[in-house]
C-alpha cells in the first residue's frame, strides 16, 4: 500500500533541541487548504491508502485538518495526525478535541514524547490525550524519542507507570540535534533495512524518505520532484524504481556500506540514518554507487 506523510504546515509552537528542524529562524511554511483537498483526491486515484499528517504541529490548524481527514475518510484512506499535545491541558478539553477528530474520520493519532518535547509540553498532557483515546475509543501510541541514556529513564517510568502504549524511536542526529554527541552504539551488525514513505512539504516537493533524508543538501538524493511539475502517480513510480532506493529497502544499509568500502567495525559506530547520510551525503560515493547499482544488487549471501 502506498503511504505518505503530509507536511501540511511546517509550524510549530514549540521549540524542541531534538527536532530534525534546522535553522535558527521558525519555519512557518503552509499549504493552501484547498490545494491540499486536490492532493488528497489525486493521491487516492494514485492509490495511496494512508496519510499520517506530521511536520510541525497539526493541532495549531485543527479545523482545516479535520476536514483534511474527513475527506480522507470519505475516499478510503486511512489517517494519523501526530502531535506534541500541547491541546491536552485537562482531560475534558483533551477529550472534546479527540471526540471531534474521531467524528471525522481520523484513524489512529501519534503522540511524540520525549525528555526534549516534555520541556515544553506537561507530561499530564500526554497522559491525558492517551486516556481520551482510550475513552473515546480511538487508536493511539506514543512515540517514545529517546538516545537511550539513563537521563530518559524516569520518562519511560512513567509511562509504564500509566499502562501507556509506547514505542521507543532513536533520536535522528540531523537538524538541531546534529551538534549532539552520538550516542555509543552497542548493538549486533544488523542489515538497518528501511521501509521510506515519502514526504510531501508545503512546498510540494516530494521526498522519498519522511525522516532526516529530505536533509541531504550536498547530493539531494532522496528529492523526488515537485507537484507542480510531476503528478503523483509519476513521484510514486519514481522511489519504487529507484534502484538504490529498492536496495536500501531490501539489501540494507549496511550491506550497502560494506559493498562501498567501509570496515565493519566502523559501520557498526552509526546509528541508521548516520549510516545512510555517510553513504548517500556524499557526492562521490553516491556517484560510485550509481555507478556500480548493478554489482551491488547482485552482492547477496
Ligand atoms: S519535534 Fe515535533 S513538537 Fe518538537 S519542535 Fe519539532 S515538530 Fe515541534
Ligand atoms: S535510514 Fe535513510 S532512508 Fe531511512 S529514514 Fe534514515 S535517512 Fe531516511
Given at each position: ?19 530534525v ?151 535522528i542526529y540531523a537538524g538541531?540535534a546534529a551538534?549532539?554527541?552520538p ?9 538497518n533495512?528501511c ?14 524518505c519522511?525522516d532526516a533524508g529530505s536533509h541531504f543538501s550536498k547530493t539531494n538524493f532522496f ?25 536500501i529497502?531490501?539489501?540494507?544499509i549496511?550491506?550497502i556500506a560494506?559493498?562501498s568500502?567501509m570496515?565493519?567495525?566502523?559501520i557498526?559506530?552509526y546509528s541508521k540514518c548516520e549510516l545512510c547520510r555517510e553513504l548517500f551525503n556524499s557526492p562521490?560515493t553516491l ?15
Amino acid at each position: 500500500m502506498r503511504k505518505l506523510a503530509f507536511g501540511y504546515s511546517t509550524r510549530c509552537n514549540i521549540r524542541c533541541a531534538h527536532c530534525v528542524a534546522v535553522g535558527d529562524i521558525p519555519d512557518n511554511r503552509k499549504m493552501d487548504q484547498k490545494k491540499a483537498k486536490k492532493i488528497i483526491v489525486e493521491m487516492a486515484r494514485a492509490g495511496v491508502g494512508g496519510i499520517s499528517f506530521s511536520a510541525g504541529e497539526p493541532f495549531l490548524y485543527l479545523n482545516e485538518i479535520a476536514e483534511l481527514v474527513n475527506l480522507c475518510k470519505q475516499i478510503g484512506i486511512y489517517t494519523r495526525i501526530v502531535t506534541n499535545s500541547f491541546w491536552a491541558k485537562t482531560a475534558e478539553a483533551s477529550e472534546g478535541l479527540v471526540s471531534k477528530l474521531k467524528e471525522n474520520g481520523l484513524c489512529q493519532l501519534r503522540l511524540s514524547y520525549s525528555r526534549w518535547h516534555q520541556k515544553n509540553v506537561s507530561q499530564n498532557n500526554v497522559l491525558n490525550a492517551a486516556r481520551s483515546c482510550q475513552k473515546i475509543g480511538l487508536n493511539y501510541f506514543i512515540s517514545f524519542v529517546t538516545d537511550f541514556s539513563v537521563e530518559d529513564d524516569p520518562y519511560e517510568q512513567f509511562l509504564r507507570d500509566h499502562g501507556l502504549i509506547f514505542f521507543p524511536e532513536p533520536v535522528i542526529y540531523a537538524g538541531r540535534a546534529a551538534s549532539f554527541k552520538p550516542r555509543n552504539i552497542l548493538t549486533d551488525y544488523q542489515a538497518n533495512c528501511c521501509e521510506m514513505n515519502p514526504y510531501l512539504t508545503p512546498d510540494l516537493d516530494m521526498y522519498a524518505c519522511c525522516d532526516a533524508g529530505s536533509h541531504f543538501s550536498k547530493t539531494n538524493f532522496f528529492h523526488l520532484g515537485n507537484l507542480n511539475d510531476n503528478t503523483m502517480e509519476q513521484l510514486f513510480t519514481k522511489t519504487e524504481t529507484n534502484r538504490l532506493y529498492n536496495l536500501i529497502r531490501t539489501m540494507g544499509i549496511t550491506n550497502i556500506a560494506s559493498f562501498s568500502g567501509m570496515k565493519a567495525r566502523k559501520i557498526i559506530t552509526y546509528s541508521k540514518c548516520e549510516l545512510c547520510r555517510e553513504l548517500f551525503n556524499s557526492p562521490g560515493t553516491l556517484t560510485r554507487l550509481r555507478d556500480e547499482a548493478k554489482q551491488l544488487a547482485t552482492w547477496c549471501r
